[in-house]
Structures are given as C-alpha cells and as structure tokens.
C-alpha cells in the first residue's frame, strides 16, 4: 500500500550516533541543541524570533495566551483541520466561531470570517489545510481593518510560500508542529514564530512556567504563570539532523504535487483545488474534490494505494456542540475532498500509477 502519510528519519547510522551522545551528555533537558536548533530554523524561515516548543498545540496555546484569550471571549476558526486547532482555543475557556470555507479551497472564506466578526473577536485562527496557504492578501487586510490579531496554524505548511517569503513570516503568530508524519519530525515537537520582541521573551518565559532562563533560578521571581512546554535536547537534535534533508523532502512533495495539478485536470469527476494569488504550497497532502467518493477511496484502496479525508470536521465533535453555526460550503465540500499520497516517498512511478488508476474511474 503507498501511504497517505508516513515518517521520515535520516538513515541510522547518521542519527543515532547524534542521539545517543546527546543522551549520555548529562544534559537531555532543554539547552545548547535546542539553541541551535532554533537558530538553524530561525535562518531557514527567514525570522529570528523563533521559539521552539513540545508541540504544535502548545505553540498555539502560547499564541492564544499572548494575545490574551480568555473566558467571555470568541475566536473565529475552521472546522476543517485537525482538532487541535480548535482544542486549544476551547482550553482558554474562550468560545470557538466556526467560519465557512471558500467552497473552491476548503480553506477559511474571508467573506464568512467578516460576517462572524463581534464585539468579543479576540482573535483568528486560520489553518494552512493540506499545505495550502490561505487568502493572505484579503485576511491582511481584514486584520488590520478591524484590529484583529491573527495565528496561522501553520502545522501542514512547513516552506509554503507568501509573497515568496516562507510561512512564518507574515502574521504576529505562526505555528508549526513536528509531530510524527509532518513535512519534518522531531518526533514530537512544535515552534512558534513571532513578529515582536517583547512577545518573543514573554513567550520564552511562558514555555518554562513563567522564569526566566536568563536569571539564576533562586533569583527568578514568577510574575506570570507558565507551561511545560520547552523542547528537549534530545527532540531538538533529531530536528537538526533532519534540516539536512528538509528542502530536498518538501521539494518531492511539491515535485509530486505539481505532477498531480498538471496530468488531473480537465477529468470529468475530478475537481482541483485552486491556489490564490501570491502563494505557494508545501502539498503536505494532496487534495482534490471527487463524485462518489467512498467508491473513489475504495478503488485506490484495491490498487494499493491509501486515500482518505482525513480529518473529521471538528464541529461534529460533543465538545463543540452548542456552535451551530451555518457552514453550507463546508457541508458541500466535505462530502467530496479526498486526500491522495504525495510526499517524499512516492516515486516518480508510484506517482503516474496513481494518476492512471484515477484515470481509469472508480
């Protein structure tokens, strides 16, 4: 079977000298190759206030806390995503406004976030779905036509592009994951890119239950609480290990994904997704609009080849239960997008069966 998603590691005796010296160091906790890792990442993305965390999650949850979300408030999202996108905005106690899609992309309608626009906006959270970038230009304009924060959720969009600048370099928040089957793995682990240096510091202290690192810990004075949610010396040094491999990774799934956007287009029960203007995809997944999609997964899956959506909506989870919001170009668009394989390990023949199974129907 070519999976949908799959890990990448470099080649063992490449990285588990790297790892075992780390553990034996007597220093597994954060230090020096978090540092390192930061500033590698930091000169990578084109920002230098780079703040590496345990997790995409617990990068979102520092942007939610810088802006300062809280119980009362309303912060305007997507339910198509991964559910941590929507999650951590429920841990700040705050209420989850779920816009529409643009029915075309799948990703945030610019339109639907205005009109769900109150006095209680705190904040928007948009999602980078699949590696697709959103409508940059007319959320740009909308933050700062209402002086609306907003946190790119950046998880599936590692070297997608804007204004041929890398994400990460846009918005006041941007956040990426390097869990297991991203574009880059730490095995677990996230970073959180900001715009501000006051911002950056207070994100530090915040990661790390509020001290500050820069201060001998019987002097440090908490002032605000914080979290546990550093990244370790050992995390840190699988991601250094794979920034060897990162732009040659990203450019198969880009190769792959342009492959598909040039020989699927034009068939008769397919439908691709359109890129807005002045952005670039990653393709961390492959998406496209298909009829009779259950049929569709079932003919891939008899070839060998894994398809799916992937994600549920997040506004059909109980915990969301009460936001009823009106949604019909997502109703419309999560009966027909599929996901098909993409990334680093689909090879130039895995890539032209694919498209001939889809060429022959389903």
Known sequence: ?????????????????????????????EGKAVVEFEKKMSEIIGNPYCLSVNSGTAALHIALRLIGVKEGDEVISTALTAEPTNTTIALTMAKVVFADVDIRTGLISVDSIEKCITSNTKAIMLVHYAGMVCDMDKINRLSEKYQIPVIEDSAHALLSKYKGKYIGNNSAYTCFSFQAIKHLTTIDGGMLFLKNEDEYNRAKRLRWFGLDKNVPRLESDIKEAGYKYHMNNINATVGIAQLNYLEHNVYRYIENGKFYDENLKDLEEVTLLPYYDNTEPSYWLYTLKVKRRHEFIERLNLEGIAASPLHMRNDRHSVFGEIKNETPNLDDFYESYVHIPCGWWVTKKDRNRIVEVIKKGW
Do not use: C, D, N
């Open 1 to 29: 079977m070519i999976p949908l998603v799959k890990p990448f590691l470099p080649p063992r005796e490449e990285l588990m000298p790297k790892i075992e010296k780390i553990l034996y160091s007597g220093y597994i906790a």
